[in-house]
């Protein structure tokens, strides 16, 4: 990956234990193999303690890549990381903070919790944002700053709320994604 100038963001990044426990123990499960635990104590997330209260964002996504190759050998890194987002959605659906938001979702329906988005994602790290536009009431535009990782990882999550939001074939697309700029734009429809 690039060198990315990263002079406006001076702290640490970190991605909070309710993501890693919603991908790693909730989303992979009974998938988890010794071998992946292994792999991932050598990263740095044991999972034989409590989880830390945040992991640098770098080992966090070296683990996010790591499950993808595990888990979905026969697929591409884009289509594993998909799967995996979707996996991290079912796995915060069974966390305490999780099944409070995923109530709302249900509530809420898919235009506005998908609206809501970016104060939902606010509790998984501690350095990026996302911005949501309405285009129509079926389409957002939605802009992640700064973006790090697989950008089929956030489709997968996007597309995982949105359903269980209750909308009826959701479809998220990559309008933008720039490794040097840290931005990812993405476009969000769905039929009612």
Request: hydrophobic share 40%.
């Amino acid at each position: 990956m690039p060198a990315v100038e990263r002079t406006m963001y001076t702290q640490e990044r970190l991605v909070f234990a309710p993501s890693v426990e919603a991908l790693l123990i909730r989303g992979v499960g009974t998938r988890m193999t010794s071998h992946l635990r292994d792999q991932l104590r050598g990263l740095g997330i044991d999972l034989e303690k409590p989880l830390l209260p945040a992991y640098r964002s770098d080992v966090w996504q070296q683990a996010v890549d790591l499950i993808a190759q595990e888990l979905h050998p026969g697929s591409s890194m884009g289509e594993a990381q998909r799967k995996l987002g979707e996996s991290t959605v079912s796995g915060w659906e069974q966390t305490l903070i999780g099944k409070a938001m995923i109530t709302l979702t249900k509530l809420y329906g898919p235009r506005r919790i998908l609206l809501r988005f970016p104060q939902m994602s606010k509790s998984s790290n501690n350095y990026s944002s996302m911005t949501v536009k309405e285009v129509s009431p079926l389409e957002l535009e939605m802009v992640c700053h700064p973006f790090e990782g697989w950008p089929e990882y956030v489709q997968g999550c996007i597309c995982a709320v949105a359903s269980m939001a209750g909308a009826k074939e959701p479809r998220v697309e990559v309008v933008r994604h720039d490794r040097a700029t840290e931005q990812l734009v993405l476009r969000t429809t769905w039929k009612t």
